[in-house]
T-cell receptor, first 113, second 114 residues
Framework: DVKVTQSSRYLVKRTGEKVFLECVQD?????MFWYRQDPGLGLRLIYF???????EKGDIPEGYSVSREKKERFSLILESASTNQTSMYLC????????????FGSGTRLTVV | AQSVSQHNHHVILSEAASLELGCNYS??????LFWYVQYPGQHLQLLLK??????LVKGIKGFEAEFIKSKFSFNLRKPSVQWSDTAEYFC????????????FGKGTTLSVSS
């Protein structure tokens, strides 16, 4: 069964900490994405990558960075966590250009205290 | 920049009622359109998609959607909802070219009472 695996289901961090959210896919997909999901705001795109070492800013990149050193792994980094980054973070991957094969991970619920 | 608007934040229906959820997008070029569903506690799942061709597309679980290019709309419909359709529904769009990401609407919560 193909999947996108996010390393943590729940995470609690302190304000100012550097936080790493890891995502691994086993489908050899070129494209990987990070979204955050908040009630009433839907899914908002933070960053995406369509190739190793490539990255593109999404709609809300401020306060985040990403790393894609290997095709299967896409990391989201919160440089200095703040309470307004408390959210559900979703990783997804896809192959090709059409978004047809988006597969989502189960999400990481991050709480910043 | 692309954007997606979903008109209803929360819809409450009784079982067997008909459903229509509105979705409009803003992008002038070729687009791919999607509806995703998220059941409580579960992953996002693809309901249906439109790339080209017949503007009326059918998806899983009896859902369908109609693409009306002149109205930039892609509304989701189901003739008769069931209690198990209780979920959050997201419309999404991406431009039909390489290296673009899905942009999602804010979602519509559907509550179906039995």
């Amino acid at each position: 069964d193909v999947k996108v695996t996010q390393s943590s289901r729940y995470l609690v961090k302190r304000t100012g900490e550097k936080v790493f959210l890891e995502c691994v896919q086993d489908m050899d997909h070129e494209n990987m994405f990070w979204y955050r999901q908040d009630p009433g705001l839907g899914l908002r795109l933070i960053y995406f990558s369509y190739d190793v070492k490539m990255k593109e800013k999404g709609d809300i990149p401020e306060g985040y960075s990403v790393s894609r050193e290997k095709k299967e792994r896409f990391s989201l980094i919160l440089e200095s966590a703040s309470t307004n980054q408390t959210s559900m973070y979703l990783c997804a991957s896809s192959s090709g250009t059409r978004g047809y094969g988006y597969t989502f991970g189960s999400g990481t619920r991050l709480t910043v205290v | 920049a692309q954007s997606v608007s979903q008109h209803n934040h929360h819809v409450i229906l009784s079982e067997a009622a008909s459903l229509e959820l509105g979705c409009n997008y803003s992008y002038g070029g070729t687009v791919n359109l999607f509806w995703y569903v998220q059941y409580p506690g579960q992953h996002l799942q693809l309901l249906l998609k439109y790339f080209s061709g017949d503007p009326l597309v059918k998806g899983i679980k009896g859902f369908e959607a109609e693409f009306i290019k002149s109205k930039f709309s892609f509304n989701l419909r189901k003739p008769s909802v069931q209690w198990s359709d209780t979920a959050e529904y997201f419309c999404a769009v991406n431009a039909g070219q390489a290296g673009t990401a899905l942009i999602f609407g804010k979602g519509t919560t559907l509550s179906v009472s039995s």
